[in-house]
């Protein structure tokens, strides 16, 4: 097996400020966007970092991208806030979005912030992550390109629509952290499968048919994914309705809408204080882990796991090893900085 | 196929209040569980309506549910409010939760009422209904008693733990709702199967070394439900993410605690204006219930459906024809009315 070349953190944050700011973003929101996507490459989430730099440089040649934009609160009720990303890159309105709702969570126990108008704001699991870095529980939502079937469908109708969610544990390092599409794999899954030349199992993809596709070639061309649970006996109307509750959410309560590339988020922070001792809250939740952790496994190998726990391994191998990046994704790097006249740092 | 003998809403809810009332419950109490309960078997949901009565009975005998408590807000920080259901059956405190939340959202915009202390309160869904017919969007989660086997491990360990969703749309009576447990599958089914003498298909239950068990008569004996996505290969890892998510929020949270019947639940209440007009949201959610609906199917005479489209046409059929009860149900019915010396008014 051939090893992939890795890349220190630093030196991949250093090449996607040097991107953005060439792009006229101002500093601070180059710096936010840039962090966030390393962190999700440390994280071991390749689909959702600086693989998605091309992906926003489409964006922003489209016109659908505007670097310069400055996210604005433009409905503040209290404990709920509206935000409009006025295109901005996602990540940016939806820092703030998770600051703000962080903020009224202080204030008010509770604090929600919606966001119309973004873009793609990266791994839904980052802005709750961070909430619960800061010991507040939190869910963050966003809504995606189409890809999704519903059941008893045939043509895709809403994003892989991923819920994120976080709470803290008395170690503030080391929260619960779940972040899922909620179809049964998200589309990077069908790509790697793809490459691989490796046939998908059914319940991932459907052909035009509505039936199981498990050609990835095929798949990955074709983007139609079943929702988690893959067929109606085994939960996919469940899948379905997780995906709708979160478009929902973020495209029709914030008024994004649910055309193609029309996107919105939607973040809830919960202030544990606000119902118990912070204090007792961590502890029982360090001993539900614990009980989790020592439910006896089928593979004395294989430990029941909690969710978070393989992003947190990942992140201490990658800082201390590098983000392994792909020769290709270098290139694309390259022709990213190439048509933006960015100076290329990865070489 | 033999016909399952009907019974009149009103007959089976005059059956309920004489029960709860001769258990030493208020009026009001027994009026507001007797009222869920026969909703909950109008919509079809058979396993958490009268279903459940003598499963509360037990309770009843065991002290673990008093029929004279009144659940008391002890908490009340502005939009956040904590209820104690001092061992009330679940659906007194889980109603005034809702109502409290609805209150606080109308107020500040979000509403969240958390529940310790508390029982099984029956379908998760009726909730977020009720909230959703008073043009709130509402999410309703509750944990339960240990089923469900955390992926890699061989015990239950978390219960079916449900989250349900509801929205409204311009017909009031007809919001969007979801009401799915985390499971592949609710406990009831693995029962259905068992009486049928049928086996089940792989992805819903587990056997003692965490592989699939397929016998529903051994299934049912032994009680070990497969997350929703019922395989790790298939997004079983997701369905115990947010079955954990569940627990955290109802029984964490709360103080409620996960042992064995102890029960906490929460609820979310959004009021649509403070994100957008009310109009705008109810006609584009509209809108997109009409896109899902006009997907192409894959069989012309199955067509896509919107989560709540099931209940609300058994509904329609029920208060039509009655409720079918089954001969066993019946029975179970007159033997609770023999224990505590109530009227029985099924004959």
Known sequence: METVPTIPAERLHRQLTTVFTTWGMRADHAETA???MVDTDLTGIDSHGVGMLPHYQRLLREGRLDPRATPAIIRDNGPAVLIDGNKAIGHVPAHLATTTAIEKARQHG????AVTNSNHYGAAGWYARMAA????????LTNASHLLVPVHGTQPALGTNPIAFSAPTRDTTRPVLLDMATTTVAYGKVSIARRAGKPLPPGWALN?????ETNSAIAAEERRLAPLGGTREQGA????GLALMVEILCATLTGAGSAQLRTGHFFLVLNPTAFRDRQDFQADLDDLIAR???????DPTTPVIIPGDPEHDTTIERRQHGIPILPALVEEVRAVCTECGAPFLLG
Chains 1, 2 share one sequence.
């Open 110 to 113: 509770i604090g929600i912030a």
């Open 237 to 240: 109307h469940k899948g379905y």
């Open 133 to 140: 870095e800061q010991g507040m529980i939190a869910i963050s």
């Open 208 to 212: 035009a048919e509505g039936g199981p």
């Open 292 to 298: 989790l952790r020592a439910n006896p496994p089928a």
């Open 34 to 36: 840039a962090t966030i």
